[in-house]
């Protein structure tokens, strides 16, 4: 009891504040997601995501010898592709001289000790901005995951070191695994986007992509609803037994809670995401001069290792790793 115990006490000089310190985050925690685009030249700004930028794959190049520079462990690649190539099947995903197979090689060539996590889904490249097929107004689950073992399969091939379904359809991840290992990929990690829900803060990344105009509706027939807790523990357990090696938490910030109870209900790494409605907020309120946007972003980040996240995607990567004096 207070006056015997005083918390202040090890808060009063900076070197105690460090040795109490319960987590720490390091560059070792991040991985950059990066939009990768076929019509950039050389880098084409978002407008919603002051500082981001589609890259070319020159620019690419330089951005992962950067992150290997930096000690950034991987980079998340997402497509922006050139309207004409979309079709209503998404049939470009699976096109061997595609964009990510050439970005794959990109980061390859560039940084070899670079990882390289690469989407599975189609919303991408599809004319209606769904993550898969349609059946009417509805996704087919069995036909979009056909098409999903496709284009994990071709991204393996390219040399991708983790695909990561993020297209919430039913057993996609044991059918990828099952493809994975029948064609000799048997070290290829698959990162689940086990609890992805129906968010409001995906709206910059949409632009980034640029499916935004194309999406007729909303995803809220395959992705999860907000309120819900208990069904994300359902979601991972099932893609833990499928063979998922790590699992994801999309959003990140509003889903701490869901990222805390994995961490303490599964023993397999678990990510969080920094969606990009995340990251527009935080530069926004820093250049209208209302917080403190280095601050806030080691902050932010720390949240994430405070709940219990092995890392963290985001698209503050880069300049995160410098603040941490990487």
């Known amino acids: 009891m207070y006056p015997s115990t005083r918390l202040r006490r090890t808060r009063q000089a900076d070197?105690?504040?460090?040795?109490?310190?319960?987590?720490?985050?390091?560059?070792?925690?991040?991985?950059?997601?990066?939009?990768?685009?076929?019509?950039?030249?050389?880098?084409?700004p978002v407008a919603a995501m002051p500082g981001v930028e589609r890259l070319s794959l020159k620019a690419l190049a330089t951005a992962a010898k950067d992150a290997e520079m930096l000690g950034i462990p991987a980079i998340a690649l997402f497509p922006h592709i050139d309207p004409s190539k979309k079709d209503d099947e998404g049939s470009e995903a699976l096109n061997p001289d595609g964009l990510i197979p050439r970005a794959i090689k990109t980061i390859k060539d560039a940084a070899p000790n670079v990882g390289v996590i690469c989407d599975v889904a189609l919303d991408p490249f599809t004319t209606h901005g769904h993550d898969g097929l349609l059946d009417?107004?509805?996704?087919?689950?069995?036909a979009t995951v056909e098409m999903l073992v496709?284009?994990?399969?071709?991204?393996?091939?390219?040399?991708?070191?983790?695909?990561?379904?993020?297209?919430?359809?039913?057993?996609?991840?044991?059918?990828?695994?099952?493809?994975?290992?029948?064609?000799?990929?048997?070290?290829t990690m698959i990162l689940s986007y086990a609890a992805k829900y129906a968010s409001g803060f995906y709206g910059p990344y949409r632009e980034a992509i640029g499916s935004a105009a194309a999406?007729?509706?909303?995803?809220?027939?395959?992705?999860?609803?907000?309120?819900?807790?208990?069904?994300?523990?359902?979601?991972?357990?099932?893609?833990?037994?499928?063979?998922?090696?790590?699992?994801?938490?999309?959003?990140?910030?509003?889903?701490?809670d869901i990222v805390h109870a994995l961490t303490e209900n599964f023993a397999v790494p678990v990510y969080a995401f920094q969606v990009s409605g995340e990251y527009a907020m935080i530069q926004a309120g820093a250049q209208n001069g209302w917080i403190d946007g280095e601050r806030v972003m080691l902050e932010s980040l720390m949240s994430f290792k405070r709940a219990g996240a092995s890392g963290i995607i985001t698209y503050f990567a880069p300049r995160a790793a410098r603040a941490l004096g990487a």
């Open 150 to 187: 496709g284009q994990a399969l071709l991204q393996a091939e390219s040399g991708c070191d983790v695909v990561a379904p993020s297209d919430m359809m039913d057993g996609r991840i044991g059918v990828i695994r099952e493809a994975l290992e029948s064609h000799g990929h048997h070290n």
């Open 15 to 44: 070197w105690s504040r460090r040795l109490v310190q319960e987590k720490t985050l390091t560059v070792n925690d991040l991985i950059w997601s990066v939009v990768v685009s076929d019509t950039a030249d050389p880098v084409e």
């Open 215 to 256: 999406l007729k509706g909303d995803k809220k027939t395959y992705q999860m609803d907000p309120a819900n807790a208990a069904e994300a523990l359902r979601e991972v357990e099932l893609d833990i037994a499928e063979g998922a090696d790590m699992v994801m938490v999309k959003p990140g910030l509003p889903y701490l």
């Open 136 to 142: 009417g107004d509805y996704v087919a689950n069995d």
